[in-house]
T-cell receptor, first 115, second 116 residues
C-alpha cells in the first residue's frame, strides 16, 4: 500500500482565491511527521509546512495551513489568497519515527494559478 | 553559498561514460541524501549518509555509487547508465535529532540527467 496518496494530479485556482490540496497517509506508527513541499519549474523542493502527529493544533505558516484530520489520516494543504508565484508542483511527505531516515513522498499535485 | 548546492545542473551522457554528481551543504547538517525523481512517480530514496556513514541503500543498481567524504559533501558516481536512469537527481540534507519526526529535509535544485 502507498504510504502517501495525492489524488489530484492537477488543480487550477483563480488568483486571490483559496485552494486545498489533498493528502492522505497510511501508517501504524503513533509518532510521525507530515510535510508539504513546493517544487517550482526550477526544480528545487522548498519546504512549506510541518505537522507532528501529536500536535494538537493545525500548523500554519503565513498563507499556508495544514488541515490535519488524524482519524481520517489526512493532511490537506490549504493555500489562502493564491498568487501567480504559487504555480508549482506540491508534494506531501511523511516520516515515521520508527523507520529512521526514510521519508515517503506522494506523486504530487500540479497547481496552476490563473490571473 | 547557502543551503544545498548541486552541480552540474544538467548532464547528458552516453551509456559508456563515467560522470559524477556533486552536492554540497552549508547548513551544518549531519545527514545527506540522494533521491531520484522520475515523471509521475514518487521521489525514490537512493542513499542516506548519517554522520558520514551510509545508513540506507534502497536496492539501487551498482552503476550508481555514492561517496560521502565529509559531512558537507556528497557525490553520486555514475557508470554505464541506462536510458531509464534519465531523471532529476535531488540531493538533500537534514539535522538528525533523536526520536524526532520533525527533521526537515532541505533540498538542492537537482541535477537533470539525460542518458543517451
Amino acid at each position: 500500500a502507498q504510504k502517501i496518496t495525492q489524488t489530484q494530479p492537477g488543480m487550477f485556482v483563480q488568483e486571490k482565491e483559496a485552494v486545498t490540496l489533498d493528502c492522505t497517509y497510511d501508517t501504524s506508527d503513533p509518532s510521525y511527521g507530515l510535510f508539504w513541499y513546493k517544487q517550482p519549474s526550477s526544480g528545487e523542493m522548498i519546504f512549506l509546512i510541518y505537522q507532528g502527529s501529536y500536535d494538537q493544533q493545525n500548523a500554519t505558516e503565513g498563507r499556508y495551513s495544514l488541515n490535519f484530520q488524524k482519524a481520517r489520516k489526512s493532511a490537506n494543504l490549504v493555500i489562502s489568497a493564491s498568487q501567480l508565484g504559487d504555480s508549482a508542483m506540491y508534494f506531501c511527505a511523511m516520516r515515521e519515527s520508527g523507520t529512521g531516515n526514510q521519508f515517503y513522498f506522494g506523486t504530487g499535485t500540479s497547481l496552476t494559478v490563473i490571473p | 553559498e547557502t543551503g544545498v548546492t548541486q552541480t552540474p545542473r544538467h548532464l547528458v551522457m552516453g551509456m559508456t561514460n563515467k560522470k559524477s554528481l556533486k552536492c554540497e551543504q552549508h547548513l551544518g547538517h549531519n545527514a545527506m541524501y540522494w533521491y531520484k525523481q522520475s515523471a509521475k512517480k514518487p521521489l525514490e530514496l537512493m542513499f542516506v549518509y548519517s554522520l558520514e556513514e551510509r545508513v540506507e541503500n534502497n536496492s539501487v543498481p551498482s552503476r550508481f555509487s555514492p561517496e560521502c567524504p565529509n559531512s558537507s559533501h556528497l557525490f553520486l558516481h555514475l557508470h554505464t547508465l541506462q536510458p531509464e536512469d534519465s531523471a532529476l537527481y535531488l540531493c538533500a540534507s537534514s539535522q538528525e535529532k533523536q526520536s524526532s519526526g520533525a527533521n526537515v529535509l532541505t533540498f538542492g535544485a537537482g541535477s537533470r540527467l539525460t542518458v543517451l
